[in-house]
């Protein structure tokens, strides 16, 4: 809920422009990462995810690229929309094939009409 | 199509208190899991399960016992409360591994 935001960094963006979200990753050795958008109150919801094996990936109005040299992943979201509203974090798979993650503490996204 | 279901949204215990949070997931997903999220934190692996009757320890699992006695459903309980355990929890399951679903949380506060 919104007390687990209260700390987070906060991105503002005008109704219609894209959007930019970095998360830093520490483990060289990751090689699966994913983006979850979380509403208040509401559970992390998959956006995207990528492999170490690409550089960028795009599904419908978000695009995550992955700068495997200075371990960062960003997030754009293009043409953003008052319901893109949200947290957003990064996770990364540190055991290939296996459930163990590390997640990233988020980024609010807030969307002005 | 519930997905992942969590119950209670909400709950307040007084420190020392037991209690049991109810996860039910509907998609025939083998693996579940357990995790707090607590501010300035990202999700915090309590504990998970790849099966129906196996359970094993996250990051986090002190204070915490979890059972998985059918597949659909994965059990956390508290067996005595205290404040350090606030938290929002989330359940979770998985197809293997890939990405997990999520339900949307329980908020527990511990006094």
């Known amino acids: 809920g919104e007390s687990v935001g209260l700390h987070l960094p906060t991105l503002s963006v005008q109704e219609g422009d894209n959007s930019i979200i970095n998360c830093a990753y520490s483990?060289?050795?990751?090689?699966?990462f994913i983006w979850y958008k979380q509403e208040s109150g509401k559970g992390p919801q998959f956006i995207i995810d990528i492999r170490s094996n690409m550089d960028k990936r795009q599904g419908q109005r978000v695009t995550v690229l992955l700068n495997k040299t200075v371990k960062h992943l960003s997030l754009q979201i293009a043409a953003t929309q008052p319901g893109d509203s949200a947290v957003y974090f990064c996770a990364e798979n540190r055991l290939s094939g296996t459930y163990k993650y590390i997640f990233g503490t988020g980024t609010r996204l807030k969307v002005l009409a | 199509n519930a997905g992942v279901t969590q119950t209670p949204k909400f709950r307040v215990l007084k420190t020392g208190q037991s209690m049991t949070l109810l996860c039910a997931q509907d998609?025939?997903?083998?693996?579940m899991y357990w995790y707090r999220q607590d501010p300035g934190m990202g999700l915090r692996l309590i504990h998970y399960s790849v099966g129906e009757g196996t359970t094993a320890k996250g990051e986090v699992p002190d204070g915490y016992n979890v059972s998985r006695l059918k597949k659909q459903n994965f059990l956390l309980g508290l067996e005595s409360a205290a404040p350090s355990q606030t938290s929002v929890y989330f359940c979770?399951?998985?197809?293997?591994?890939?990405?997990?679903?999520f339900g949307d949380g329980t908020r527990l506060s511990i006094l």
């Open positions: 998609m025939n997903h083998e693996y």
């Open positions: 483990n060289s050795a990751s090689d699966y």
């Open positions: 979770a399951s998985s197809y293997g591994v890939q990405p997990q679903h």
